[in-house]
C-alpha cells in the first residue's frame, strides 16, 4: 500500500522560506496527482496546490499563489513544496495527498492516500 511521509515543516520568521517534501514508499508519484493540503487550528483542511498526473499542471490557491511552488524530484518518488515570503496566517499542518482516479482535483474526498502531516509555525 502506498505510504507518504512529509517532512520539512518547523518553526520560521515572517517573510523566511521552507520546503516541505512528500516522500512515497515503493510507488512512484509519476502515475498521481498530487496535493497539499493544510488545515489550521479550528478551521477547515484547505487545498493549497496539486499537480496534475496527466499533464503536468500546477494548480494554487489565491492565498500561496506567487510565493509557493510545487515540484517533483527526477526519480517521481519525491514531491515538495516550496514556500517563501511566509507570513502567519501560513501556520498550520501541512498534509501531501494522492489521487488516482480523479475527476475533480480540488475535492478532498478524491484523494486516496495522505501522509501525517508536518507541522509549520510562521512567528517571530
Known amino acids: 500500500q502506498l505510504q507518504l511521509v512529509e517532512s520539512g515543516g518547523g518553526l520560521v520568521q515572517p517573510g523566511g522560506s521552507l520546503r516541505l517534501s512528500c516522500a512515497a514508499s515503493?510507488?512512484?508519484?509519476?502515475?498521481?496527482?498530487i496535493g497539499w493540503f493544510r488545515q489550521a487550528p479550528g478551521k477547515e483542511r484547505e487545498l493549497i496546490s496539486y499537480?496534475?498526473?496527466?499533464?503536468?499542471?500546477?494548480y494554487y490557491a489565491d492565498s500561496v499563489k506567487g510565493r509557493f511552488t510545487i515540484s517533483r524530484d527526477n526519480a517521481k518518488t519525491t514531491i515538495y513544496l516550496h514556500m517563501n515570503s511566509l507570513k502567519p496566517e501560513d501556520t498550520a499542518v501541512y498534509y501531501c495527498a494522492v489521487g488516482i482516479l480523479m475527476i475533480n482535483p480540488h475535492a478532498l474526498s478524491e484523494y486516496n492516500y495522505w501522509g501525517q502531516g508536518t507541522q509549520v509555525t510562521v512567528s517571530s
Open positions: 515503493e510507488f512512484s508519484l509519476d502515475y498521481y496527482t
Open positions: 499537480i496534475s498526473n496527466s499533464d503536468g499542471s500546477t
